[in-house]
Structure formats: C-alpha cells, structure tokens
C-alpha cells in the first residue's frame, strides 16, 4: 500500500447507526425491499481485565491479546456492546449498529433520532490488515478504533472532518467471507 486512497480499493459494505436497530431492519426490508435482516442482539467484544483470569498485564497490551476485543482510542475496551444487523443487496453489505454500552461513542455520536438509521461509515475488505494499519501509521494517523470479532480483523478511521464519515477496513478469514457470500446469495435470491 503507497497511500490512503489503496484502503479503499474493494468497498463491500455501507454502515449506518440507529436508536432502533428493529425500526431500521423494517425499514430496509418494507421501504428499500431487502430481504429479512440478520439481527444479533448485545454483540460484545469488551473485556474485563482481570489478571487472575487472563494472564496478568500482557493482557493490557492489544498485540498479546487473542481472541475478540476492541481498542478504542488506544485503550482496550473493558465494555463494548451493540446490536447489528446485516443484510445485502447483491455484493454489497448493509450494515446497522445500534449502539448499547461502554465504549461506542464512535457510533453514539453520529445518531439522529429523526430517521430510520445515519450513514456512519463505508467498509473495505483488504487482504492484510497489518500492511493497511502500517498505511495509517505512515500517513500519521492512528485508527479511531480497532480488533478482532470473530474471524475478522477490522479498523475505523475517522475521516469525519475531510469526507463526512468513518472508513472501516476489514480483512476476513474464510469463515466470516463465507458468512458475506452467504448474505449475498440470500439477497440475489429475491426476483
């Protein structure tokens, strides 16, 4: 990767916010005709750090830590929860986050109570999150927030100021691109 712009080469998901994640998923299944939203209710990649649990303070450091976590702006999350759901329109992922508890200001504070769900974010699927989070670091940026949920590896940087909204990188192992085909087919399905 040579600059920012190589983060953005394979964009397969738009991502909204919402006060009602099941107003919004009715939303896009009645009002945009989608097909039926996959929901998850209270995900969380918080944890508590308890050093006669996790291992002591190697577990403070994010490059140690295995499993699913978040860092939001540099300090491991002890509380992170939110609703989801996801459903596509062809290749392309829609994603609504409902924020719910501990560190998700980042979602908080794009919300607008008048509508069914805010742009918040465009995601890009890149093949080595390592090189794509050297690419941040090199344009002297830091991710607004980072981890591991699951089987993907992900990063928002904030582009709030310059473009309006956050970009979000994502590289998936093959359960979590399977998960997306799965979406995909569901969505090209529909006649």
């Known amino acids: 990767m040579k600059s920012l712009s190589d983060l953005m080469r394979n964009c397969m998901q738009l991502g909204y916010v919402t006060e009602d994640i099941d107003a919004a998923a009715t939303f ?7 097909v039926e ?29 295995e499993g699913s976590f978040v860092v939001v702006d540099g300090v491991i999350a002890e509380e992170w929860v939110i609703d989801v759901a996801l459903v596509n329109a062809g290749a392309t992922n829609i994603e ?18 008048d509508t069914p769900a805010t742009f918040h974010h465009a995601g890009f699927r890149v093949d080595d999150f390592e090189e794509a ?10 991710w607004a927030q980072y981890g591991v949920s699951g089987g993907i590896r992900f990063g928002y940087l904030d582009l709030t100021a310059e473009l309006g909204h956050f970009i979000e990188v994502m590289e998936l192992d093959e359960a979590s691109a399977n998960m997306f085909a799965k979406l995909e087919t569901a969505s090209n399905s529909v006649n």
Not at 100 to 113: A, E, H, I, K
Not at 133 to 142: E, K, L, P, Q, T
């Open 133 to 142: 989070s050297a690419m941040v670091a090199r344009s002297g940026r830091a």
């Open 96 to 113: 609504i986050i409902r924020p719910v508890g501990g560190s998700v200001d980042l979602y908080r504070g794009r919300l607008r109570n």
């Open 28 to 34: 896009l299944e009645t009002k945009l005709g989608t």
């Open 37 to 65: 939203c996959r929901k998850s209710y209270r995900s969380s990649l918080g944890r508590t750090l308890d050093p006669g649990v996790h291992g002591g303070p190697s577990d403070t450091d994010p490059d140690t830590l």
